[in-house]
């Protein structure tokens, strides 16, 4: 980033959903600020039965790392950049 007011909005795209309770595709959006602090906002993935307003959001201070090493699930999702 190179503006202290820069955000980097991010899809979380899941490939398999080991757990069934994300589904695949898109299952969350995020936003990471420009001090590295990322949130999460989870979202129904068409024709899933998870209930989105169940699913909430996850805030991660340390930054996409921590985000990754939680909802990684060990390369089944990746981020994909928007901005």
Do not use: C
Not at 40 to 63: C, E, F, I, K, T
Request: hydrophobic content about 35%; proline content about 2%.
């Amino acid at each position: 980033m190179t503006d202290a007011t820069d955000v980097r909005r991010f899809d979380l795209v899941r490939k398999e959903d080991e757990s069934g309770v994300s589904g695949t595709g898109v299952v969350a959006v995020g936003v990471e600020f420009p001090n590295g602090y990322v949130e999460l906002q989870w979202l129904n993935d068409d024709g899933n039965d998870v209930d989105a307003r169940m699913n909430g959001h996850a805030s991660y201070p340390g930054g996409i790392e921590d985000a990754i090493r939680v909802h990684g699930h060990d390369g089944r999702t990746e981020i994909r950049w928007l901005d």
